[in-house]
């Protein structure tokens, strides 16, 4: 069956970077595009990165030029680099395989001082 497990979450100051990572199982991974989502306390979720199949990327307003998705095919693995974080980007992150709505479980990433 799918699998999405997500990790790399944290604690991190204002200006600082994270990369997580989520690990893809149950499916032929490079077929698929993927994506990254969030959800800040008392908001909806949103969407974060998308990465194609073949590597095309795009990015929500809010974190283009801070973040960058990346995939390896060989590992089946998708991962977000977090750079010049905000106290905004304070969210549970969550990986999604947009075909099947499938989800992983999120982790957390806290920004602050």
């Known amino acids: 069956q799918v699998q999405l497990v997500e990790s790399g979450g944290g604690l991190v100051q204002p200006g600082g970077s994270l990369r997580l990572s989520c690990a893809a199982s149950g499916f032929t991974f490079s077929s698929y595009i993927m994506r990254w989502y969030r959800q800040a306390p008392g908001k909806e979720r949103e969407l974060v990165a998308t990465?194609?199949?073949?590597?095309?990327?795009s990015y929500a307003d809010s974190v283009k030029g801070r973040f960058t998705i990346s995939r390896d095919n060989n590992k089946n693995m998708v991962y977000l680099q977090m750079n010049s974080l905000k106290p905004d980007d304070t969210a549970v992150y969550y990986c999604?395989?947009?075909?099947?709505?499938?989800w992983g479980q999120g982790t957390q990433v806290t920004v602050s001082s």
């Open positions: 999604k395989r947009p075909a099947g709505e499938y």
């Open positions: 990465i194609g199949s073949y590597g095309s990327t």
